[in-house]
């Protein structure tokens, strides 16, 4: 509507600019040297030429190391195209929430609602989808609740961004590995260790909008073996009054939120590692104030908000029978919870005036789990991998109910349960030629089962050249929200009919190191979707409703260039296309064609002072009602100083410095079509160990 | 209200980010020119392989810790593995003309006689153990947990600011008669145990 429009503006940053970054695009072609993404234990991509045992070791001492832990393995067994995002990168580019590494990434684009942060991938990024086709996992442990089915990214997420050791993100389909949500991909979070912080970290960060973060961590490795992670924070943000000119009335406050754009988190994560076992405990809270007026609530009522917690307990053992074979296997718990407080405004539930009533969800979600896994070296050339999972959600209560006066509108109480059994072969055909090759049946007590394959070739020509042809399927079950939510005919309608939707790929890669730190890496690929499951409004009753509709096609080709130098210089450098179209060919609402990003760190001074940059470009895209959110175009950046005295680390950043004030395409939900996105602001953090 | 501001960025503000990009694409290229070969980064075991190929080749055992003039330099690792696939880059490497060759122990009883023994973060609990069992082998211990040189290891890989240094207990080498070269020497901190 109106917000992209007037935002064409001719004088706007674009033109200089943009060239600008194309000179430095081709700067980077010219120098880069090599980021490491094959980078973990039992990595079969011979990317890494380097032969460390050919070092001498004062050259050794100066190699960084990106720590191990043990489910990378499996992580970075896939055979796709995989990107890396270490603590140090979180520092330097100054990221602030998952969201925000994401979306420096190749083919990610973010869409934010004031609510909730959605993951666009490969072109995919439907409104009313709650990032349900990515598996989030920390450490290993599924993050994916067991309601919505979705990915936190945002401050929501469970994981303060500074405990971060490092992110995987494996695109393409590994539902032969990991089962429902491993649609477009798997983003696995590494967390620090014990042994990485010996002794106590504080950290207090501030920022624009009146936000403010505080942090204390103590982690350790004590000479028994004994290794320990505590962690506490705190999070709130007041947020800013917003203008939305489609309440620009003097009914609505004029357009302006008030205070209404508040969020406020306090997590907790812990984690005890003793010899083979690993304990993990994890919590958080996270209120948010929606000040969008979203599913026809009263626009700037400070009662409409939604209160998330989660937490989980794991136990984890990784251990080894014989060197040929290992062992992994784990048990958990885990609680999500959901509040949503929604003010209306109907004379006919409550007849005084101004008719304000609170419509509430109220949402418990309860699991636990169990998996085993076992790997085997056999005859040399084969790794064979065999795992079982359960996991039992014994409790699924949606509720919805008006408070006052009192109203039941829905009452839904489920248990489900799944299993699933998988193998997986890594067979080295001959020298340089690598067979990978799984399987998954997964059986739910819903829907029945379903078997998902997933074969790869991995060829290296060179020492410097990778081939990856790889052919997959996916799925994602229907979940309990989109199956059987409703609020009495308000806004949404159930649908339990829904089938599991299904995706199936076919994608090569190419990846070339050129010269001794430059990598290069290709990769096209088409996706088929069927049955995809879609929130659509019904025309009969204008209600929201999930259905199966189909088939939709996307079709890419992304590039990427990723360099590490020894002093400190590092980027990165992606462009993507990318065509998704429904079944009548029409380009799907929020899918851009192109992205663009642009990833820099350079040393000031001395390995102490860095200035991390980034520039993300998204392409046009389509909105719900048919209008164009133009294409914008962010740049980030942080100053970053190490040690600076004694355990002293600070940093600076501005995030959009050219202010530029696009929007996103939001969902169903919202009566902002495009909704304006945050401008420059600023945020300065400090750390300090001792 | 921050949303009403207009979408225009002013010229100083684009000259300034220009500016940046400018100096920051300039460091890349005069940076970034001479191929330096120092900040690799590798994955944390791989590097520790290399280490430990590294001990094989400066130091020097007693010649009568071996069978021949060609017997091999045994590297057990002792617990849960953490090299996985990494300890592979040893396969066919020679040190001082001795083949290396990688062998492993889930415990006591497993342990054979050895040249190199990395003792794994989950068995440090068994480690004055491990240090008895040992006794007059002339084996370089290497480990990877803070005090393993202070609690009697010989050799301990110690992760700081993402990089790997040593740490060497001298008694411990001196007792299992191993001679340590100067050059690895001068690389490591010389810890002495029993002293935190």
Sequence with gaps: ?690 | MTNRKPTRVSARGRAVIIAVWIVLVAMLISGGAPSIARGESAPEYTVKAAFLYNFAKFVEWPADAFAGPASPIVLFVYGADPFGDALKSLKGKTANGRPVVVRYAANLGELERCHLLFVSASSMALLPKILQATKGWNVLTVGDVDGFARDGGTINLVNEEQRVVMEINMEAAQRSRLKISSKLLALAKIVTPGRR
């Design chain 1, 1 to 690: 509507m109106a917000i992209s429009k007037s935002r064409r503006n001719p004088g706007c940053p674009g033109s200089l600019a943009r060239r600008v970054m194309a000179g430095v695009a081709i700067g980077c072609l010219c120098t880069f040297g090599p980021a490491d993404v094959s980078a973990a234990k039992g990595d079969p991509a011979p990317g890494t030429s380097l032969d460390l045992t050919e070092m001498s070791l004062e050259s050794l001492m100066n190699v960084s190391v990106i720590s191990a832990s043990k489910y990378e393995q499996k992580a970075t067994e896939a055979p796709s195209s995989v990107s890396v995002v270490t603590a140090e990168e979180i520092r330097k580019y100054g990221y602030r929430t998952l969201a925000d590494i994401l979306s420096s990434l190749r083919s990610f684009y973010i869409t934010y609602d004031r609510n909730y942060n959605f993951i666009g991938v490969r072109g995919f990024a439907p409104p009313g989808d709650f990032n349900t086709r990515l598996l989030l996992l920390v450490d290993g442990h599924r993050i994916n609740d067991g309601i919505f089915d979705t990915a936190t990214i945002g401050t929501e997420f469970i994981l303060d961004v500074d405990l971060i050791d490092r992110v995987e993100v494996i695109r393409g389909p590994s539902s032969s590995l990991y089962g429902s949500n491993a649609f477009f991909g798997v983003i696995n979070v590494i967390t620090r260790r014990g042994k990485d912080l010996k002794g106590i970290e504080v950290s207090g960060e501030a920022a624009s909008f009146g936000t403010f973060k505080g942090r204390a961590t103590y982690g350790n490795r004590f000479g028994n073996g004994l290794e320990v992670l505590l962690s506490g924070t705190a999070f709130r943000s007041e947020g800013q009054n917003l203008f939305f000119p489609e309440f620009n009335d003097p009914a609505t406050n004029n357009g302006i939120a008030e205070k209404r754009d508040g969020d406020k988190f306090r997590s907790f994560f812990s984690t005890l590692a003793y010899r083979d076992f690993t304990f993990q405990a994890a919590y958080i809270s996270r209120e948010k104030t929606i000040p969008t007026g979203s599913y026809g609530t009263v626009f700037n009522d400070p009662g409409n908000r939604t209160v998330d917690d989660r937490y989980y307990v794991d136990l984890k053992y990784d251990g080894s029978i014989d060197e040929k074979t290992s062992i992994a296997a784990r048990v958990f718990y885990d609680w999500y919870g959901y509040r949503g407080d929604y003010v209306f405004s109907d004379n006919a539930v409550n007849p005084v005036p101004p008719f304000r009533f609170v419509n509430k969800d109220d949402t418990r979600n309860a699991w636990w789990g169990a998996e085993g896994k076992l790997t085997r070296r056999m005859l040399e050339t084969h790794r064979l991998t065999v795992g079982a999972e359960y996991r039992d959600y014994f409790r699924q209560d949606q509720k919805n109910f008006n408070e006052t006066p009192f109203e039941s509108r829905l009452d839904d109480r489920r248990s489900t349960r799944v299993w699933a059994i998988y193998l997986q072969d890594e067979f080295e055909i001959a020298k340089g030629l690598i067979l990978n090759a799984g399987v998954r049946h997964d059986r739910y007590s819903t829907f029945g089962g379903t078997t998902n394959p997933r074969v790869a070739l991995i060829y290296n020509p060179r020492p410097k050249t990778t081939l990856k042809l790889l052919y997959g399927k996916a799925f994602r079950a229907p979940d309990v929200f989109e199956m059987f939510y409703t609020d009495g005919g308000i806004t949404q309608k159930a649908n339990p009919a829904l089938r599991p939707e299904k995706i199936e790929t076919v994608e090569g890669v190419v990846e070339q190191s050129i010269g001794d730190h430059l990598r290069l890496l290709a990769a096209a690929y088409s996706n088929k979707i069927t049955d995809l499951i879609t929130q659509e409004t019904d025309p009969v009753d204008t209600l929201l409703v999930y259905r199966n509709v189909g088939p939709v096609r996307a079709r890419g080709v992304e590039t990427g260039l990723n360099g590490r130098w020894g002093n400190g210089l590092e980027g990165r450098a992606s462009y993507t296309y990318q065509e998704t179209t429904d079944g009548l060919g029409q380009r799907l609402v929020n899918s851009p064609r192109h992205l663009a990003k642009l990833n820099l760190i350079a040393p000031l001074f001395a390995e102490k002072v860095f200035a991390g940059g980034e520039t993300q470009y998204v392409g046009k895209r389509t909105s719900l009602q048919g209008d164009i959110a133009r294409a914008y175009y962010v740049v980030n950046l942080t100053l970053y100083g190490r040690n600076l005295v004694a355990g002293l680390d600070a940093s600076a950043s501005v995030y959009n410095l050219f202010d530029d004030r696009y929007g996103d395409p939001t969902g169903n939900k919202n009566p902002e079509d495009i909704l304006s996105q945050d401008g420059r602001s600023f945020r300065a953090k400090l750390t300090y160990r001792f």
